[in-house]
């Protein structure tokens, strides 16, 4: 009940594109959702978060999309550029919590 | 303002060995997260302190252990180490428990022979 299931595992989407990473959960009591990149050789770095209260949050090209209901949440990358090039990870936790449970990650490729 | 500080960045150490890997938190910081990640389990939660104290912790054996001193800084240990220890360990902190978001540091990259 702890797992957040977190698709595809690869992605290669052209310069200019959308890049979509999907993830689901089962724990109703999770109450933060974000979303970490991280680039080799460094920790995850936090781009975008969303709590259950709302359905959509924007930051520049990163979109959070939440659907409460269906227990789903997914990140937009708009005009993705080979800098976003990364591998992206889904997260949740209860109370607002440290305590984070992630996704298995989504290897992300821009080409150009 | 300085970011999460973990050290040693790379540590090599054979099987039944202990080691210590040291976390500074960004200044005003006060809680400190670890965890572990690796290629096949991915990124998962070892524990969490706050205020010298350890609030939350993972699924892992008591090989692992850590602890807070008082101006935060943390220290995670490993005990009798198995290849299957390998791993990146990462430290996060955020300025308390219930106040996201955690800022993660670059890791302590562990290996086993």
């Known amino acids: 009940q702890q797992q957040v299931k977190q698709s595809p595992q690869s992605l290669i989407v052209q310069k200019g594109g959308i890049s979509i990473i999907n993830c689901a959960y089962e724990?109703?009591?999770?109450?933060?959702f974000p979303w970490y990149q991280q680039f080799p050789g460094k920790g995850p770095a936090l781009l975008i978060a969303?709590?259950?209260?709302?359905s959509e949050k924007k930051e520049g090209r990163f979109t959070i999309s939440f659907n409460k209901s269906a227990k789903q949440f997914s990140l937009h990358i708009m005009d993705s550029q080979p800098g976003d090039s990364a591998t992206y990870f889904c997260?949740?936790?209860?109370?607002?919590?440290?305590?984070?449970?992630f996704g298995t990650g989504t290897q992300l490729k821009v080409e150009l | 303002k300085a970011g999460v500080t973990q050290t040693p960045r790379y540590l090599i150490k054979t099987r039944g060995q202990q080691v210590t890997l040291s976390c500074s938190p960004i200044?005003?910081?006060?809680?400190v997260s670890w965890y572990q990640q690796t290629p096949g389990q991915g990124l998962q939660f070892l524990f969490e302190?706050?205020?010298?104290?350890?609030?939350n912790k993972g699924n892992f054996p008591g090989r692992f252990s850590g602890r807070q001193f008082s101006n935060s800084r943390s220290e995670m240990n490993v005990s009798t180490l198995e290849l299957g220890d390998s791993a990146l360990y990462l430290c996060?902190?955020?300025?308390?428990?219930?106040?996201?978001?955690?800022?993660f540091g670059d890791g302590t990259r562990l290996s086993i022979l």
């Open positions: 996060a902190s955020s300025p308390n428990p219930q106040n996201q978001p955690q800022h």
């Open positions: 724990n109703t009591a999770f109450d933060y």
């Open positions: 969303i709590r259950p209260d709302v």
């Open positions: 997260a949740a936790s209860t109370g607002g919590g440290n305590k984070l449970t």
């Open positions: 200044s005003g910081h006060r809680s």
């Open positions: 302190y706050f205020s010298e104290t350890q609030r």
